[in-house]
């Protein structure tokens, strides 16, 4: 695996530096287009829309006739400038594009730059179901500039500091201290501390993948408070995926402790910090139905289940257990 090239700092001085001498093409959606025009009209683009559900064959095959239409040969360099769903969409066209042409992004959600810019995963959505066709392919460069950040709605700042809590409880408990420390002194998000964390962040996912780039094993821990929280997502539409983490992080965290892996006093950092960065622990939806959705979404593999539990903050382990192991930690 080639490593990703980590670059913090002003996107459009870090551009200058980074970027190839070959012809670059962005790929950005409308929203960065109208916030941050000096930056994407420097270079030849093409702009998508907004929202998951653009995340599909068919702005994949928009994207290739536009590309196409401009003479885009292998020589070409994509860049994504945008959050999650921007460098999902170019990093699989870039890996598919005449069987493959060399990419990077500017990031520009927390999402985008603690979790979706990093690691390789790319693809797309094929009706109802997340991510089916997609690929593994390495970017060459990730920027994120936190400056950047001061334009996005509070709501998704938020959403990004679920995968930020969650790195830290996966990975590095320095982080989750310092997380504590911004929010008591109320500062959480000013840049030096959004720097700091996105850095750290990143680095506890970049670790993770150089050791199992296609999740065979270690990758998985990445995965802490998704397997329920993916189910509250589908439960509550009024849930974003970063509230529906945050809820599975504190129901895992609890359930770690029934089983005797992890402190209740560290159960209780983790439910404070979640708390006191604006999130709701508690799920609107009953028990019962997140752990039959949670049986539905795992169904196509077997009866067995594999967890992501902490047993300190900063150190996770994936467990494999019985499904009715698993729902008895709730019940
Ligand atoms: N590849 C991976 O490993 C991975 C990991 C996690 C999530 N994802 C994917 O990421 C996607 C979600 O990403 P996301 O949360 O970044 O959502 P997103 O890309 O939809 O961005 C959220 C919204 O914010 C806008 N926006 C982006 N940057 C902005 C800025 N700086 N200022 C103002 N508005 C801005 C976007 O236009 C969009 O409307 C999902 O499709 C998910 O499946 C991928």
């Known amino acids: 695996m080639i490593p990703t090239k980590l670059y913090f700092g002003d996107a459009m001085a870090m551009l200058r530096e980074v970027l190839p001498e070959s012809r670059v093409v962005v790929i950005t959606d409308e929203n960065i287009l109208r916030l941050y025009p000096n930056l994407v009209t420097q270079y030849e683009h093409i702009a998508i829309g907004c929202g998951e559900d653009i995340k599909c064959m068919d702005t994949v095959m928009h994207i290739y006739g536009e590309l196409m239409a401009m003479g885009a040969d292998r020589s070409t360099f994509l860049l994504g400038i945008g959050g999650g769903i921007v460098t999902d969409i170019t990093g699989f066209v870039a890996s598919t594009y005449m069987r493959g042409v060399a990419f990077g992004f500017v990031s520009t959600t927390l999402l985008g730059q603690v979790d979706a810019s990093v690691g390789g995963k790319n693809g797309v959505n094929v009706a109802s179901f997340k991510n089916m066709i997609g690929t593994i392919t390495q970017p060459q460069f990730v920027i994120s500039d936190v400056t950047m950040l001061g334009t ?34 109320g500062n959480c998000y000013l840049s030096e501390h959004l720097q700091y964390m996105v850095s750290r962040a990143m680095n506890v996912k970049m670790s993770i993948v150089a050791e199992d780039e296609r999740e065979s094993g270690k990758r ?58 604006g999130f709701y622990i ?42 009715e192991e698993f729902e008895k930690l709730f019940i």
């Open 282 to 323: 508690a799920p609107k939806v009953p028990m019962e139905e997140i752990l039959r959705a949670t049986r539905q979404d795992k169904k196509k593999s077997d009866e067995y289940i594999n967890i992501v539990l902490p047993v300190a903050i900063g150190e996770c382990v994936v467990r494999k257990m019985k499904f």
């Open 220 to 277: 998985r821990l990445l995965n802490l408070g998704h397997t329920i929280g993916h189910a509250i997502e589908k439960l509550t539409h009024d849930v974003n995926h970063g509230e529906a983490v945050a809820m599975g992080m504190s129901l895992i965290a609890r359930a770690a402790v029934r089983l005797g892996l992890f402190s209740p006093s560290d159960a209780e950092r983790v439910d404070a910090l979640l708390l006191r960065l």
């Open 152 to 185: 996005l709605p509070e709501r998704e700042l938020r959403a990004g500091m679920a995968e930020v809590v969650k790195s830290a409880i996966v990975g590095d408990g320095e982080l989750f201290d310092y997380i504590e420390r911004c929010v008591s002194d």
